[in-house]
């Protein structure tokens, strides 16, 4: 396919819509790897990760709103790949780390409540202590006591 002439069919031609966008990323990973479209090493993609992270930063100092979603859009592409090649599914790891935050958020809402503090009164400082805290609350297993 890839030797074809440009008004052929292109490799990326047997991929359609997905279930969601980690999906269809991943489908048009493979199908340009199947032509020898890929990095040669994982180090590679960390690589393009960090120059996808520079690039952000640069939308984001600009307060250019597009050009800001473009880079953070590929940034995700970026590390969509290193989650293929690692043969990690990205939208069942997302969908994890959204379960351990909520169990962390909620763990920060429970010990705030048993000090008798309101979160919102308390400084982003102070809040993310509080989430290291249920982090470390919840990897050990043990219950918060407000006496330690």
């Known amino acids: 396919m890839s030797c074809a002439p440009a008004a052929a069919n292109s490799a990326l031609d ?6 969601n966008a980690f999906d269809r990323a991943i489908k048009l990973q493979d199908a340009a790897a199947s ?13 393009k990760i ?8 640069v939308g ?6 597009a050009n800001t979603a473009e880079e953070l859009g590929d940034l995700l592409f970026a590390t969509t790949n290193l989650a293929r090649r690692l043969g990690v599914n990205p939208e069942a790891a997302l969908e994890a780390t959204n379960r351990k935050f909520i169990q962390r958020f909620q763990e920060m809402e429970r010990t705030a409540s048993l000090e008798g503090v309101c979160l ?3 400084p982003i400082t102070l ?8 982090k470390q609350i919840l990897a050990d297993g043990t219950a918060f006591d407000p006496l330690r």
Do not use: N, S
């Open 14 to 19: 047997g991929v359609g819509a997905a279930d």
């Open 35 to 47: 032509v020898g479209f890929d990095w040669p090493d994982v180090a590679d993609i960390w690589a």
């Open 50 to 57: 960090y120059e996808e992270l520079d690039e952000l930063a």
């Open 60 to 65: 984001m100092a600009k307060h250019d709103a």
């Open 120 to 122: 919102m009164d308390e």
């Open 127 to 134: 809040q993310i202590a509080r989430y290291q805290r249920a």
